[in-house]
């Protein structure tokens, strides 16, 4: 079992930046690939970044690249998504996850393989 705490959420300006941090416990960290989700106000939740069990390789949906950047903290058992030069359309509750069996990790797009939720952060870019 592993529990996730998501934080760093607010209120910004278009143009500025904002980062998320998400806590792991309850088992070795180091053993999930961990992913960040959003979920705009009555849409479905939809990919943002996703980062190995090493740290070593990253993916982004097309929307944020250059923009946002994940990282993880294996020590701190901390994910993080760096977002800047953040848009309204980034507007949405930020949600942490993490997957436990890497043969599945082929579909990181996918919620589904996700074995672990947080319970998400609030994001709101205005104009």
């Known amino acids: 079992q592993v529990q996730l705490v998501e934080s760093g959420g607010g209120l910004v300006q278009a143009g500025g930046s904002l980062r998320l941090s998400c806590a792991a416990s309850?088992?070795?960290?180091?053993?999930?690939?961990m992913a960040w989700f959003r979920q705009p106000p009555a849409k479905e939740r939809t990919f943002v970044a996703s980062?190995?069990?090493?740290?070593?390789?990253?993916y982004y949906t097309d929307s944020v690249k250059g923009r946002f950047t994940i990282s993880r903290d294996n020590a701190k058992n901390t994910v993080y998504l760096q977002m800047n030069s953040l848009k309204p359309e980034d507007t949405a509750v930020y949600y942490c996850?993490?997957?436990?069996?890497?043969?599945?990790?082929?579909?990181?797009?996918?919620?589904?393989?996700?074995?672990?939720w947080g319970q998400g952060t609030q994001v709101t870019v205005s104009s």
């Open positions: 309850g088992r070795t960290f180091s053993d999930y690939h």
């Open positions: 996850a993490a997957n436990r069996d890497g043969r599945s990790w082929y579909a990181y797009r996918d919620p589904i393989i996700y074995d672990y």
């Open positions: 980062i190995s069990r090493s740290g070593s390789t990253t």
